[in-house]
């Protein structure tokens, strides 16, 4: 009974529900610092925007495409046929929750926008780019 009303997919499929998630998640960060950025002054937006792509650069290089290779391969070992919800595994649900969490900490603290800028920036960029290791493996 229970099995029948698992949402299930081909396996091939969590790869781009991955793929939506991080970029998504990334893309709403940096539209997130992109706004508070542009109430700033252009010398101090433009050193805090090439901070956060760089910092971006260097997470997803060495923290983000190690996570993502290693999910992609924990996906491709499922069932041909497997839950809708195990694009990620079942740990990585209670981090999210976490970064959701710290996300909204940080936007009600009073650290100054210009350096949560940097900080969304660099962890929407490093999840953007991690993305296209989802759609790769897609596609």
Do not use: D
Request: include cysteine; aromatic fraction near 12%.
């Amino acid at each position: 009974m229970l099995q029948r009303l698992t949402p299930s997919v081909q396996r091939h499929w969590l790869c781009l529900l991955s793929g939506l998630s991080w970029s998504v998640m990334g893309i709403m960060l940096c539209t997130m610092a992109a706004h508070w950025l542009s109430e700033i002054i252009w010398p101090v937006s433009l050193l805090a925007s090439v901070a956060g792509l760089l910092l971006g650069t260097c997470i997803y290089r060495f923290a983000f495409a190690p996570m993502a290779r290693k999910n992609v391969e924990r996906i491709l070992r499922l069932p041909s046929r497997v839950c809708l919800f195990a694009f990620q595994a079942w740990r990585s649900y209670a981090l999210i929750l976490v970064m959701m969490l710290l996300g909204f900490v940080l936007r009600h603290s009073p650290i100054p926008r210009v350096i949560l800028s940097v900080i969304y920036l660099t962890i929407g960029t490093a999840l953007t780019f991690g993305s296209s290791l989802y759609y790769e493996k897609f596609f």
